[in-house]
């Protein structure tokens, strides 16, 4: 399954998801508040996991933000971080951590980042093995390419705590090191690193000196089949055509960071004549570390001033950011 249908996919799914829980956490009156029920048995009492985590509610009186930035302050209040039998069953905590990323994503980001120190304070103090199945959870859904819910400024706040811990080896902060190092680059609202692409013609340009309102810089690659279909995306689309068809409205800036470059010469054809195509042949994106290019295709959408808007978004993302703006 290509990026492109797997984001569809699992954005619809987890839509219901999200939707449905809700309104059992809704009614959920009797439990409200624990992770897991108890049962007597002949040596003692022993935990049984009732289903999903149910967090505490908000007080009814709060109006929806405030709703969202309670819950995010409380959101893990009844949840015992020192029991790691729960993690291995994803229908106690799957789905409530999927609500939680949900949350985050609707309140303000320093709100959302200290609720992410608290809750990794208290895995931290609960069970290390706690800890690192959270953070491990916490890469999977905010930073790998493939998942919906990738959000680099939601992932941030985990890699500066786990680089910050003294409680975390050294040797096991090097990854998020690297991670941090990356998610910092090319944050929204930086000017986007400049570099230099070749055209088909041989001749080099910058991508500071590209004149548009907006630019839709695009990481590609000509034997990728998500690509195929962004591209087809892209050229279909009423949004992108319509800022296409103003002067220096938006420009669509295909770049090749890759080593094949006789693929590349081979597949322009390919390029929509409205782009602008070009490659890297020194190599300096991949070997420099100019962009975080861990997945292909990756998109982001410049300003006039080549400030990032959006990065490493889906297309679909783009078009709708684009639509919002032509309709403002």
């Known amino acids: 399954m290509t990026r492109l249908k797997y984001e569809i996919m699992l954005v619809t799914v987890l839509g219901v998801l999200f939707a449905t829980i809700v309104v059992v956490m809704a009614v959920a009156c009797r439990g409200r ?8 048995t002949v040596s ?5 996991h ?20 309670w819950m995010a302050e409380h959101y893990w209040d009844s949840f015992d971080f020192a029991d790691t039998a729960q993690l291995a069953d994803m229908e106690c905590v799957g789905p ?21 120190r608290g809750m990794l304070d208290r895995a931290m103090a609960g069970n290390p093995a706690t800890f690192e199945r959270f953070t491990d959870w916490f890469e999977e859904t905010l930073y790998d ?29 090097i990854r998020p090191q690297s991670q941090l190092d990356m998610a910092l680059k090319n944050r929204p609202g930086n000017v986007a690193t400049d570099f230099a692409y070749t055209t088909p013609d041989g001749r080099s340009h ?41 002067s220096d409205g938006l420009r ?35 070997d420099d570390r100019l962009y975080d290019l861990k997945a292909i295709p990756t998109i982001y959408l410049l300003d006039s001033s080549k400030r990032v808007i959006l990065k490493d978004v889906p297309v679909e993302v783009a078009e709708e950011w684009l639509a919002a703006e032509a309709a403002r």
């Not at 003692?44 to 049984?48: D, M, P, R, S, Y």
């Not at 985590?53 to 930035?69: M, N």
């Not at 939601?154 to 902060?173: G, R, W």
């Not at 081979?266 to 929509?272: H, N, S, T």
Request: a negative charge.
């Open 252 to 286: 669509v800036l295909a770049v090749y960071p890759d080593e094949d470059l006789d693929l590349w010469r081979e597949r322009l054809p390919q390029i929509p004549e409205a782009w602008i195509v070009g490659c890297d042949p020194g190599h300096k994106l991949m």
């Open 96 to 116: 409530a951590f999927g609500i939680y990323l949900q949350i985050l994503r609707a309140v303000p980001q320093p709100q959302a980042a200290a609720s992410i």
């Open 145 to 173: 390419p493939n998942s919906p819910l990738r959000c680099e400024e939601l992932y941030i706040p985990v890699l500066e705590y786990i680089v910050a811990s003294p409680q975390v080896d050294s040797l096991m902060k």
């Open 33 to 40: 508040g624990r992770s897991a029920a108890t049962a007597t």
């Open 44 to 48: 003692g009492t022993a935990t049984v």
């Open 206 to 246: 910058r991508l500071s000196a590209l004149k548009a309102h907006f630019t839709l810089l695009y990481f590609y690659n000509p034997d990728c089949p998500a690509c195929r279909e962004i591209k087809e995306y892209i050229r279909s689309s009423v949004v992108f055509g319509d800022w296409m068809d103003k």
């Open 50 to 69: 009732a289903g999903p985590y149910l967090p505490p509610q908000p007080p009814a009186t709060l109006a929806d933000s405030g709703k969202h930035v």
